[in-house]
Protein backbone atom coordinates (compact mmCIF):
# COMPACT_ATOMS: atom_id res chain seq x y z
CA UNK A 1 0.00 0.00 0.00
CA UNK A 2 2.93 2.12 -0.22
CA UNK A 3 2.10 4.48 -3.31
CA UNK A 4 -1.56 4.03 -2.73
CA UNK A 5 -3.49 7.35 -2.04
CA UNK A 6 -7.40 6.92 -2.94
CA UNK A 7 -9.44 4.56 -2.61
CA UNK A 8 -13.04 3.54 -3.67
CA UNK A 9 -15.39 1.39 -1.70
CA UNK A 10 -18.08 -0.60 -3.06
CA UNK A 11 -20.83 -2.08 -1.24
CA UNK A 12 -23.40 -4.77 -2.68
CA UNK A 13 -24.55 -7.75 -1.70
CA UNK A 14 -24.59 -9.39 -5.05
CA UNK A 15 -21.10 -10.28 -6.04
CA UNK A 16 -22.02 -10.40 -9.69
CA UNK A 17 -22.18 -6.21 -9.41
CA UNK A 18 -18.93 -5.51 -7.79
CA UNK A 19 -17.74 -7.78 -10.29
CA UNK A 20 -19.07 -5.19 -13.01
CA UNK A 21 -18.34 -2.17 -11.43
CA UNK A 22 -14.90 -3.51 -10.71
CA UNK A 23 -14.04 -4.05 -14.62
CA UNK A 24 -15.69 -1.06 -15.09
CA UNK A 25 -13.48 1.26 -12.78
CA UNK A 26 -10.25 -0.09 -13.85
CA UNK A 27 -11.14 1.48 -16.86
CA UNK A 28 -10.61 4.69 -15.95
CA UNK A 29 -9.14 4.40 -12.19
CA UNK A 30 -5.07 4.71 -11.80
CA UNK A 31 -4.16 1.59 -10.25
CA UNK A 32 -0.86 2.86 -8.87
CA UNK A 33 -2.34 5.29 -6.42
CA UNK A 34 -5.64 3.98 -6.39
CA UNK A 35 -7.08 1.03 -4.51
CA UNK A 36 -10.33 0.05 -4.87
CA UNK A 37 -11.93 -2.44 -2.57
CA UNK A 38 -15.27 -4.25 -2.50
CA UNK A 39 -18.27 -6.09 0.12
CA UNK A 40 -20.67 -8.03 -0.20
CA UNK A 41 -21.25 -7.56 3.85
CA UNK A 42 -21.97 -4.08 4.35
CA UNK A 43 -20.87 -4.51 8.29
CA UNK A 44 -17.40 -5.47 7.86
CA UNK A 45 -16.75 -1.99 5.74
CA UNK A 46 -16.37 0.59 9.05
CA UNK A 47 -13.43 -1.76 10.55
CA UNK A 48 -11.88 -1.32 6.57
CA UNK A 49 -12.67 2.60 6.75
CA UNK A 50 -10.60 3.17 10.13
CA UNK A 51 -7.70 1.16 8.30
CA UNK A 52 -7.59 2.38 5.46
CA UNK A 53 -7.81 6.10 6.88
CA UNK A 54 -4.84 5.05 9.72
CA UNK A 55 -2.96 4.06 6.50
CA UNK A 56 -3.28 7.80 5.47
CA UNK A 57 -5.37 6.46 2.21
CA UNK A 58 -8.19 9.16 1.15
CA UNK A 59 -11.41 7.61 0.80
CA UNK A 60 -12.31 9.10 -2.67
CA UNK A 61 -16.29 7.97 -2.83
CA UNK A 62 -18.49 4.55 -1.45
CA UNK A 63 -20.82 3.01 -4.08
CA UNK A 64 -23.26 1.64 -2.45
CA UNK A 65 -26.93 -0.94 -2.96
CA UNK A 66 -29.63 0.16 -1.07
CA UNK A 67 -31.13 -3.19 -0.67
CA UNK A 68 -28.88 -5.41 1.13
CA UNK A 69 -29.67 -8.37 3.71
CA UNK A 70 -27.98 -6.86 6.78
CA UNK A 71 -27.92 -3.36 6.64
CA UNK A 72 -29.76 -1.09 3.53
CA UNK A 73 -27.60 1.51 2.10
CA UNK A 74 -29.51 4.76 4.03
CA UNK A 75 -28.38 3.09 7.17
CA UNK A 76 -24.94 2.55 6.14
CA UNK A 77 -24.67 5.73 4.48
CA UNK A 78 -25.69 7.61 8.05
CA UNK A 79 -23.32 4.87 10.26
CA UNK A 80 -20.21 5.98 8.22
CA UNK A 81 -21.11 9.71 7.84
CA UNK A 82 -20.73 10.34 11.63
CA UNK A 83 -17.24 9.32 11.71
CA UNK A 84 -15.91 10.27 7.99
CA UNK A 85 -18.36 13.53 6.96
CA UNK A 86 -16.57 14.29 3.86
CA UNK A 87 -16.78 10.86 2.22
CA UNK A 88 -18.94 10.93 -1.28
CA UNK A 89 -21.60 8.59 -0.82
CA UNK A 90 -22.77 7.42 -4.63
CA UNK A 91 -25.93 4.71 -4.73
CA UNK A 92 -26.47 2.38 -6.97
CA UNK A 93 -29.59 0.62 -6.76
CA UNK A 94 -32.60 -0.75 -8.72
CA UNK A 95 -34.68 -0.90 -5.09
CA UNK A 96 -34.24 2.57 -3.60
CA UNK A 97 -37.49 4.90 -4.41
CA UNK A 98 -37.40 8.76 -4.50
CA UNK A 99 -38.73 9.12 -1.33
CA UNK A 100 -35.60 7.69 0.19
CA UNK A 101 -32.90 9.20 -2.36
CA UNK A 102 -34.65 12.58 -1.38
CA UNK A 103 -33.95 12.17 1.97
CA UNK A 104 -30.51 11.31 1.90
CA UNK A 105 -30.23 14.30 -0.86
CA UNK A 106 -31.81 16.62 1.88
CA UNK A 107 -29.35 15.69 4.46
CA UNK A 108 -26.33 16.44 2.03
CA UNK A 109 -25.04 12.74 2.50
CA UNK A 110 -25.85 11.28 -0.79
CA UNK A 111 -23.62 12.57 -3.78
CA UNK A 112 -25.06 11.29 -6.92
CA UNK A 113 -27.76 8.43 -7.42
CA UNK A 114 -27.71 5.94 -10.11
CA UNK A 115 -30.39 3.71 -11.13
CA UNK A 116 -29.33 -0.14 -11.71
CA UNK A 117 -28.90 -1.43 -14.45
CA UNK A 118 -26.43 1.53 -14.96
CA UNK A 119 -24.57 2.62 -18.04
CA UNK A 120 -20.53 2.49 -18.04
CA UNK A 121 -20.65 6.03 -19.09
CA UNK A 122 -23.20 7.12 -16.50
CA UNK A 123 -21.13 6.19 -13.74
CA UNK A 124 -18.00 7.40 -15.14
CA UNK A 125 -19.41 10.72 -15.17
CA UNK A 126 -20.08 10.85 -11.87
CA UNK A 127 -17.11 8.77 -11.12
CA UNK A 128 -14.38 10.63 -12.84
CA UNK A 129 -14.92 14.18 -11.09
CA UNK A 130 -14.12 12.44 -7.80
CA UNK A 131 -11.37 11.26 -9.09
CA UNK A 132 -7.70 12.48 -7.83
Known amino acids: M ?4 YAVICIDDDPFVLQMIG ?5 IINKDTTFLDFFTNPK ?16 IAILVDYQMP ?3 GS ?3 REIIQVYPD ?14 VDELVNENVLHEFITKPWEEE ?11
Request: proline fraction near 2%; charge should be positive; hydrophobic fraction near 50%.
Open 122 to 132: ELFQVIKPLLK
Open 2 to 5: NDLK
Open 23 to 27: FQLNK
Open 44 to 59: LVSGNLNELIKNKIEI
Open 70 to 72: KLN
Open 87 to 100: IKFIMLSGQANDII
Open 75 to 77: ELI
